[in-house]
């Protein structure tokens, strides 16, 4: 007969199943939902930062581009302001007055022009 007791406690709900067991499965449902709807969120959210830095990244390679470009342009200038440098110093070293006068000449006349034209703008 004891037996028979525990088989009867077992449909009642004493050991876990019964009434109580329902309610447990239905929570256990609806959190089961509930993680899985906060999975897709996060899901969505990774998908969406992964699209983001994927951005960033293909911007940071376009600037990376535009900046050596910059610099062969602006080592360019520098080499050519470097040759002009040697031609000035060539030039003044050989003591010719006249073209001395020409590059004071040049000088004005184009701090003149520069000049004239702002003037006219305003």
Do not use: C, P
């Amino acid at each position: 007969m004891r037996h028979r007791g525990n088989d009867n406690m077992a449909y009642r709900g004493g050991y876990g199943g019964g009434r109580g067991g329902g309610q447990q499965d239905t929570s256990q449902n609806l959190m089961e939902l509930e993680n899985n709807r906060r999975i897709g969120l996060l899901g969505d959210q990774v998908a969406q930062l992964k699209a983001i830095s994927l951005d960033i990244h293909d911007e940071v390679e376009a600037q990376t581009g535009l900046l050596e470009n910059m610099d062969q342009q602006f080592g360019n200038t520098g080499d050519m302001l470097n040759k002009t440098m040697e031609k000035l110093a060539v030039m003044l070293k050989t003591g010719n007055k006249k073209h001395m006068l020409y590059l004071i000449a040049f000088v004005v006349g184009t701090f003149l022009i520069i000049w004239f034209m702002m003037k006219t703008r305003k």
